[in-house]
C-alpha cells in the first residue's frame, strides 16, 4: 500500500482542486468526474510527462478519497479513475508491450527526471537553473535561443489560460515556419508556471548582460559532470537539446503515433511541426 505523507496529500487536494477549478471555468458549468479525467486525457500531450503523471496521481487520489467518504458517489469516481488508468493500457500494443513511440519518450522522460534529481544532489549553484531549464524545455520544445524573447502570459484566446510566445529561432535562415509561434495551454501547474518565468527570467538577465552563451555553457558543464555520473557506459549521454528531442517525441506519440492512414499522419506531422516552430514537417 502506497504511503503518502500529509504535504503529498495536501499537495494532490490543492492540484486536483486547482484542475476542477480550471476545468469549469472553460466550459461555464461544474464538470463530472468523468469529464474532469477525461478533459486531463485530452491535454496529455500539452504536458510533459512527468507533469501529466503527477496530475493523474492527484485526480485519483482526490477522487478515491471522495468514494471513501461518500460510498454513494464511489461507482462514479471508480469509472473516472478507470478513464485514467485506461490511458496506459492504451500505449501498449496487443502483445503489452509499450509501442516504439512511446518506448522513446519513456526513456527520454526518465533520462531527465534523473538528471533533475542529479543536479539536485549536487552543490552548484547553478542546478535549479538547469532543472527549469530542462522541465520547462521538455515541456514546450523550444530552442535555446529562443528564450531570451520569450513571453508567458495570460491567453489572449479565452479557450486557454496561458500562452507563451517565441520569436522563431530559425526563421531567418527559412527554416521556420514564421517570425513567431505560439503556444497555449488551458491549464497549467503552478509550480510549472513559476519555473517558466524563472527560466525565461534567468535567460534574459543573462542575454541582457551579454552572458546568455556564458550561461548555456555552464549549463551544459553542468550536465556533462551529472550524466557522466548516471551514465558512465554510454556512449552518447543526453545534452541540453534532449529537452526538446522529449517534447517531439511526446508530441510524435500523441498526434503521429495513432495515425491510422497517411492522410491522418501526414496531419499530425504537420502540427508537430507548427509546434515545434519548423518550416517543414521532416522532424
Not at 493500457?89 to 522522460?109: A, F, V
Not at 558543464?221 to 548516471?230: H, P
Amino acid at each position: 500500500m502506497t504511503t503518502r505523507t500529509e504535504k503529498t496529500k495536501v499537495s494532490y487536494r490543492n492540484r486536483a482542486k486547482q484542475m476542477a477549478t480550471a476545468g469549469a471555468k472553460k466550459a461555464g458549468r461544474r464538470l463530472s468526474p468523468s469529464e474532469l479525467a477525461q478533459n486531463l486525457v485530452d491535454r496529455r500531450g500539452e504536458l510533459a510527462p512527468s507533469s501529466f503523471r503527477q496530475n493523474r496521481a492527484a485526480l485519483r487520489f482526490m477522487m478515491n478519497e471522495v468514494a471513501e467518504d461518500q460510498p454513494t458517489l464511489g461507482p462514479e469516481m471508480r469509472a473516472a479513475i478507470a478513464l485514467l488508468e485506461d490511458v496506459e493500457s492504451r500505449e501498449r500494443s496487443d502483445d503489452g508491450l509499450l509501442r516504439t513511440s512511446q518506448q522513446k519518450l519513456k526513456r527520454l522522460d526518465d533520462d531527465l527526471d534523473r538528471i533533475c534529481h542529479g543536479a539536485l544532489a549536487t552543490t552548484s549553484p547553478n542546478a535549479g537553473i538547469l532543472v527549469d531549464c530542462l522541465t520547462v524545455g521538455s515541456l514546450t520544445g523550444a530552442r535555446l535561443e529562443e528564450w531570451p524573447s520569450a513571453k508567458l502570459r495570460p491567453s489572449s484566446d479565452p479557450d486557454y489560460a496561458w500562452e507563451l510566445v517565441f520569436v522563431n529561432g530559425k526563421f531567418g535562415n527559412g527554416r521556420a515556419h514564421g517570425e513567431t509561434r505560439v503556444l497555449r495551454w488551458a491549464w497549467l501547474p503552478t509550480e510549472l508556471v513559476d519555473q517558466t518565468k524563472a527560466w525565461i527570467f534567468a535567460a534574459r538577465e543573462a542575454a541582457g548582460n551579454g552572458r546568455y552563451e556564458t550561461l548555456i555553457s555552464t549549463l551544459e558543464s553542468l550536465m556533462r559532470r551529472v550524466t557522466k555520473q548516471l551514465f558512465p557506459t554510454r556512449k552518447r549521454r543526453p545534452t541540453l537539446s534532449s529537452a526538446r528531442h522529449a517534447a517531439a517525441a511526446r508530441w510524435k506519440a500523441v498526434y503521429v503515433a495513432p495515425a491510422r492512414t497517411p492522410e491522418e499522419k501526414e496531419l499530425g506531422l504537420a502540427i508537430v511541426a507548427a509546434l515545434l516552430g519548423h518550416a517543414s514537417d521532416e522532424t
